[in-house]
């Protein structure tokens, strides 16, 4: 895997971004920030995380936006879509959603689908271009987080029997993918490493970038001056990674 991507110029027709994403239900959604926010502050967080999101996904000319997610989150999703496809996924768990993702937007189509977290829309919309223009020479292209996941994965075709279950939301989550990607015999890149907002220490490293930079992630921004004004403890302490 090279984490080295040539930017060829805007992707061109026929590139999709899905969102994975849940219905913002309270014990349903960034679970790991229950030691830094009450349950009502998480799920204000995530839904001001996923307008945000599709906000950057809407904002990619040439680039179709969707929304993959659980069946039973589907019909919460519509309202918050503005429009955008909500797709049911197959089965239960990430693993799964990924798997549909691919079945349903690649196969027996042309083009280049790349899967992105519903939480981190304060990443660079250069690095989603980067993304699918790293499609053109490779099957599958992946967004490593710091915390040894992954943010995106993007690929031309489903690749049945790649996304491992068991590993999922684990240190080992890329390691595994990648494992698995060379079993298949598939060519990989890698786009920029990222964080995603996790635990306490994502949202602290997450409120402090956006403190400086607020249009990165505008909802996302008020919303965590809002709390941070009105007395919450949104930030963390501790060493940023």
Not at 64 to 73: E, Q, T, V
Not at 174 to 196: H, I, K, M, S
Not at 211 to 219: I, Q, S
């Amino acid at each position: 895997m090279t984490s080295e991507i040539a930017n060829n110029g805007a992707a061109g027709g026929g590139c999709t971004l899905v969102i994975m994403a849940k219905a913002v239900r309270p014990g349903a959604v960034k679970t790991r920030l229950a030691g830094c926010l009450p349950e009502d502050a998480i799920t204000g967080l995530y839904r001001c995380l996923l307008e945000d999101t599709m906000a950057l996904a809407r904002s990619l000319d040439g680039v179709a936006a969707a929304i993959m997610a659980p069946a039973a989150d589907v019909e919460d999703l519509r309202p918050m879509a503005g429009g955008m496809q909500v797709v049911a996924q197959k089965g239960a768990g990430l693993a799964a959603g990924l798997e549909s993702v691919f079945e349903h937007f690649c196969d027996g189509r042309p083009g280049r689908t790349v899967a992105f977290d519903s939480d981190s829309p304060h990443l660079p919309a250069a690095v989603l271009r980067q993304a699918f223009d790293a499609l053109g020479s490779c099957d599958l292209v992946v967004g490593p987080t710091h915390d040894g996941g992954y943010y995106l994965v993007g690929a031309k075709a489903p690749h049945p029997g790649l996304f491992a279950a068991r590993t999922m939301g684990t240190a080992s989550a890329l390691d595994t993918l990648l494992a698995r990607a060379r079993q298949l015999g598939l060519a990989v890149r890698a786009t920029e490493e990222f964080y995603d907002v996790d635990v306490a220490a994502d949202l602290s490293r997450l409120a402090g970038e956006l403190r400086l930079a607020p249009e990165r992630a505008p909802r996302t921004a008020r919303w965590l001056a809002k709390w941070a004004g009105g007395g919450g403890q949104a930030m963390a302490s501790g060493p940023h990674p």
